[in-house]
């Protein structure tokens, strides 16, 4: 079965620096994977995809991720934080259902 | 439009009571989720709709009721409920099952007492 795992469940950076959350995969066929973000009390938003077109995938809000084979990985990354990024961000993989990592809180100190 | 809309936004039921939540979408996709999230955890699968019939069922009690009327719609009905049901419940679609990202509603925050 495939599944995801985020390593780090609360990440803390300041205004301005690299924002860095971390998604691996386990997956014995090509994977589609996913990562969403949820802000308090609201449903999930997709911020980008990967479904084997491109390894680096750019997504909306000036997130990107980078899709790694060799190191099973599928980490989020976004070269300046925004007050605005605070929130709860989830790494998802997809066969017949959507099956989410155990997500990772981002603080973003000014 | 990418809009999945569901109602109500919150529900406090008692434990006796039966009540529904609705979610709907004209995207036209095909395939429709019930997630269920409690606090600071990430959503867990309940139910999948794949052409208005059911595909997955995560062993979700029978107190939770899914159905699936047409393409666009989606319910989950509810009764004799318990206080640990307490909790966000997500729905969302996509396009067809496999491989295809879910857009999700803003999600029923149900309250049971």
């Known amino acids: 079965a495939q599944s995801v795992t985020q390593l780090g469940s609360h990440v803390s950076v300041s205004e301005g620096a690299l924002v860095l959350l971390r998604c691996n995969y386990s997956?014995?066929?090509?994977?589609?994977l996913f990562w969403y973000v949820q802000y308090p009390n609201q449903g999930l938003q997709l911020l980008l995809k990967?479904?084997?077109?491109?390894?680096l995938v750019k997504g909306i809000n000036g997130f990107e991720a980078e899709f790694k084979k060799s190191e099973t990985s599928f980490h989020l990354t976004k070269p300046s934080a925004h007050m605005s990024d605070a929130a709860e961000y989830f790494c998802?993989?997809?066969?017949?259902?959507?099956?989410f990592g155990a997500g990772t809180r981002l603080t973003v100190k000014p | 439009d990418t809009e999945v809309t569901q109602t109500p936004k919150h529900l406090v039921m008692g434990m006796t009571n039966k009540k529904s939540l609705k979610c709907e979408q004209h995207?036209?996709?095909?395939?429709m989720y019930w997630y269920k999230q409690k606090a600071k955890k990430p959503p867990e699968l309940m139910f999948v709709?794949?052409?208005?019939?059911?595909?997955i069922n995560e062993s979700v009690p029978s107190r939770f009721s899914p159905e699936c009327p047409n393409s666009s719609l989606l319910n989950l009905h509810l009764h004799a409920l318990q206080p640990e049901d307490s909790a966000l419940y997500l729905c969302?679609?996509?396009?067809?099952?496999?491989?295809?990202?879910?857009?999700f509603g803003q999600g029923t925050r149900l309250t049971v007492v």
């Open positions: 997956s014995s066929v090509p994977p589609y």
């Open positions: 990967y479904t084997s077109a491109a390894t």
């Open positions: 998802a993989v997809k066969n017949n259902d959507m099956r």
């Open positions: 969302a679609s996509s396009r067809e099952t496999v491989n295809t990202e879910a857009f």
């Open positions: 995207m036209g996709h095909r395939a």
């Open positions: 709709y794949s052409y208005e019939k059911l595909s």
